[in-house]
């Protein structure tokens, strides 16, 4: 990721700044980052992680939706994060908002660029958020997801190639092998 502006941002001045503008961005610590671009084996993954949270969704019949990356999830008033997917429960949201205020899961996948910061910082972030249940990073590389659960006052870790993930809330089954890409 590359800083932009020089000018410190709230959460709320960079959405102002970033609508319309091209590209894909986040907001850390008040500094606007540019996102680098994808490659082929990240947006292949990427798409099997939402494809198959819609899925288990609809199989699950819960009052969820999933969004794929574009949305803006708030960490704090300085810090706003856009997951390469994440699912919210609840009532839909007005067709013209930008930011996912309570989501309960949120996807990172893994990139050569971002694996430090995906397992540190939004690691830590995604937790500050209340209603945020799960946090998965999808490593296509080792073909693992590292599933991260909210628990009775701590955080739970799984590393899993295989089998399936439980993701309760909101009651939604996961097969690892249908969050990773077909090589």
């Known amino acids: 990721m590359t800083a ?6 709230t959460v709320d001045e960079f959405l102002a700044w970033a609508e319309g503008r091209p590209g894909r961005h986040e907001l850390v610590n008040g500094v606007v980052f540019a996102m680098s671009p994808e490659r082929a084996r990240h947006a292949r993954t990427k798409f099997s992680v939402q494809d198959a949270l819609k899925q288990a969704i609809r199989r699950a019949g819960v009052p969820c939706e999933m969004f794929p990356d574009g949305m803006t999830v708030r960490v704090d008033g300085r810090t706003a994060y856009e997951p390469d997917a994440l699912v919210r429960c609840g009532p839909r949201l007005p067709g013209d908002a930008v930011e996912v205020p309570d989501p309960v899961v949120v996807v990172e996948v893994l990139s050569p660029s971002t694996g430090r910061v995906d397992a540190g910082a939004k690691l830590a972030g995604y937790f500050q958020v209340p209603s945020v249940a799960h ?5 296509p590389d080792r ?3 590292i ?17 399936v993930l439980t993701l309760d809330p909101p009651g ?4 690892v092998e249908a969050l990773l890409a077909e090589e």
């Open 4 to 9: 932009l502006p020089d000018a410190q941002m």
């Open 143 to 145: 073909r693992i997801v």
């Open 172 to 175: 939604l089954v996961v097969a």
């Open 135 to 139: 946090y998965l990073i999808v490593d």
């Open 147 to 163: 599933h991260h659960r909210r628990g009775d006052g701590l955080i739970e870790t799984r590393i899993a190639g295989d089998g």
